[in-house]
T-cell receptor
Framework: GENVEQHPSTLSVQEGDSAVIKCTYSDSASNYFPWYKQELGKRPQLIID?????GEKKDQRIAVTLNKTAKHFSLHITETQPEDSAVYFCAATGSDDKLIFGTGTRLQVFP | GAGVSQSPSNKVTEKGKDVELRCDPISGHTALYWYRQSLGQGLEFLIY????????KSGLPSDRFSAERTGGSVSTLTIQRTQQEDSAVYLCASSLRLRQETQYFGPGTRLLVL
């Protein structure tokens, strides 16, 4: 089955800096890669997703890139703000249709 | 519109007791998922349901865990003879269909086994 690894586990940045979170996956048949944000004590919420027929997708300050050959995808947050502080999870849908999550990255943005 | 709801929001039980956790998915969503999130950890897949198909139970950690989905809507996750290591937040999510769809999460049930 699918295995997703996520790095780093924690990330601290100064407000205004960029943050990058990286994930790798094992199932070459995976074709859907969402990113979820989970604020403390709240439910995970989708912030952006990318499908295998696209290499990059942007939504304002957030972008995701996908390299299918290397089987890795990354989340980029530019001009970080304190409200970006949360745990971010990447995920991948394998050939068995299950969404497998990474272990999460705790992002702290210091004002 | 109404999102995914779960009840109870918190449950404290004694070791060895059975518990039932409920999930109400978004109306019209055919796929429903259960996850477990231990403190400070990621999301562990437990089980999913898609329409009337047999559920994928491959993530259930032991035979003490079971789930059902009645009428293609509400789902109940049952944990029998609870153990302290079962303490976690149990999250339910639903999506319109199974493949490549946004999953919408409920607020979770925080289970504490004493």
């Amino acid at each position: 089955g699918e295995n997703v690894e996520q790095h780093p586990s924690t990330l601290s940045v100064q407000e205004g800096d960029s943050a990058v979170i990286k994930c790798t996956y094992s199932d070459s048949a995976s074709n859907y890669f969402p990113w979820y944000k989970q604020e403390l004590g709240k439910r995970p919420q989708l912030i952006i997703d990318i499908r295998s027929n696209v290499g990059e997708k942007k939504d304002q300050r957030i972008a995701v890139t996908l390299n299918k050959t290397a089987k890795h995808f990354s989340l980029h947050i530019t001009e970080t703000q304190p409200e970006d502080s949360a745990v971010y999870f990447c995920a991948a849908t394998g050939s068995d249709d299950k969404l497998i999550f990474g272990t999460g990255t705790r992002l702290q943005v210091f004002p | 519109g109404a999102g995914v709801s779960q009840s109870p929001s918190n449950k404290v039980t004694e070791k060895g007791k059975d518990v039932e956790l409920r999930c109400d998915p978004i109306s019209g969503h055919t796929a429903l998922y259960w996850y477990r999130q231990s403190l400070g950890q990621g999301l562990e897949f437990l089980i999913y349901f898609q329409g009337n198909s047999a559920p994928d139970k491959s993530g259930l950690p032991s035979d003490r865990f079971s789930a059902e989905r009645t009428g293609g809507s509400v789902s109940t996750l049952t944990i029998q003879r609870t153990q302290q290591e079962d303490s976690a937040v149990y999250l339910c999510a639903s999506s319109l269909r199974l493949r490549q769809e946004t999953q919408y999460f409920g607020p979770g049930t925080r289970l504490l086994v004493l």
